[in-house]
């Protein structure tokens, strides 16, 4: 202990001179290192990476995002007009479709009405037999052009292998006068012509009609009266 104590006591005694007998830095020596500590400094900053603008960058995908949000929402609306759009004009050519069909079926009921109000028609109101009670037609006969209209207010849906047949009585004796399917439309069922009649009967027969009514299967009959 005493020799390190010595030894640091020396060393300490030493640095004292040195630094008390040190000559002076001349200036332009002192200028010289301070100019080389600066070059060094600048050249270190230089060879240093630099730093990515993070706050742009971040800027720019946020930018970036909101343009495909927005080119997406603006895909979306353009399509789900085009839908609406195509579902608007369909709803429009089904209305006038419809208003044009309206207006077929009132100009024919309008045809219809004048053909039945025509002087010289002559009307048989068919009335239901014990085969079928609830059953009801009307027969209008135009006495001058011979033509015969049928209009079915009440008859039941027949079998598919068998058909309605309408019969004018003529003297006693039938008349074919054609068979035909139930219809909503023409209300007005145009028949064939008969020269003179006293009555009108339906039977039904076996599709395609029969050449004599078939008295038992008969459904509804009537007698001609005035109009």
């Known amino acids: 202990p005493e020799i390190a104590q010595a030894r640091d006591g020396f060393e300490k005694e030493l640095e004292a001179t040195l630094l008390a007998h040190a000559a002076p830095t001349p200036p332009h020596l002192k200028q010289q290192l301070l100019q080389t500590l600066s070059t060094a400094t600048t050249a270190d900053t230089s060879l240093r990476p630099k730093e990515k603008p993070v706050r742009s960058l971040l800027f720019w995908k946020l930018t970036a995002a909101a343009s495909l949000i927005f080119l997406a929402v603006a895909l979306y609306w353009g399509y789900r007009t085009q839908f609406k759009y195509k579902a608007l004009q369909n709803e429009v050519a089904t209305l006038q479709q419809n208003q044009r069909q309206t207006a077929e079926q009132l100009s024919q009921l309008q045809a219809q009405a004048a053909t039945i109000q025509k002087p010289g028609i002559r009307i048989a109101s068919l009335q239901g037999t014990p085969t079928a009670p609830a059953a009801q037609a009307t027969v209008y006969w135009d006495s001058t052009t011979t033509n015969v209209y049928l209009v079915i207010n009440n008859l039941p849906q027949p079998a598919s292998d068998r ?65």
Do not use: C, H
């Open 163 to 227: 058909q309605y047949q309408l019969w004018a009585l003529e003297n006693g004796n039938p008349v074919d006068l054609g068979v035909f399917e139930l219809r909503k439309t023409p209300l007005l069922i145009k028949m064939k012509g008969v020269q003179k009649a006293q009555a009108f009967a339906i039977t039904m027969e076996p599709r395609g009609g029969s050449l004599s009514p078939t008295l038992e299967a008969m459904q509804v009959v009537g007698n001609l009266t005035t109009l």
